[in-house]
Nanobody
Framework: QVQLVESGGGLVQAGGSLRLSCAAS????????MGWFRQAPGKEREFVAA???????????YYASSVKGRFTISRDNTKNTVYLQMNSVKPEDTAVYYC??????????????WGQGTQVTVSS
């Protein structure tokens, strides 16, 4: 059974930093491509960042324009864990953040597997 378990959410002041983690388990190939989405109250879920080794891409990264330059996605292969380092956070970053994983495609629109989500709240 595939599991994605997020951690690291919480309350942070605007301009501060937060690091989210997502540990994947259940099969070895679900971390071929992993990413993060977020959903703010009253809004649709949106792509945040992804990292991929599909097709030998060697850890290519992808970012939404709204977070590029502030957020960094990375992966620890030994722990099958992906991280989202969030710097210079803004109140508009407040959302539930979801980890996503897929064996075959970069999760920029959807994914095969999802975590339960972790709340991030940025105070002004």
């Amino acid at each position: 059974q595939v599991q994605l378990v997020e951690s690291g959410g919480g309350l942070v002041q605007a301009g501060g930093s937060l690091r989210l983690s997502c540990a994947a388990s259940g099969r070895t190939d679900i971390s071929n491509a992993m990413g993060w989405f977020r959903q703010a109250p009253g809004k649709e879920r949106e792509f945040v960042a992804a990292i991929s080794w599909i097709g030998g891409s060697g850890g290519s990264t992808y970012y939404a324009s709204s977070v590029k330059g502030r957020f960094t996605i990375s992966r620890d292969n030994t722990k099958n864990t992906v991280y989202l380092q969030m710097n210079s956070v803004k109140p508009e970053d407040t959302a539930v953040y979801y980890c996503a994983a897929d064996q075959y495609r970069v999760p920029t629109r959807t994914a095969a597997y999802w975590g339960q989500g972790t709340q991030v709240t940025v105070s002004s």
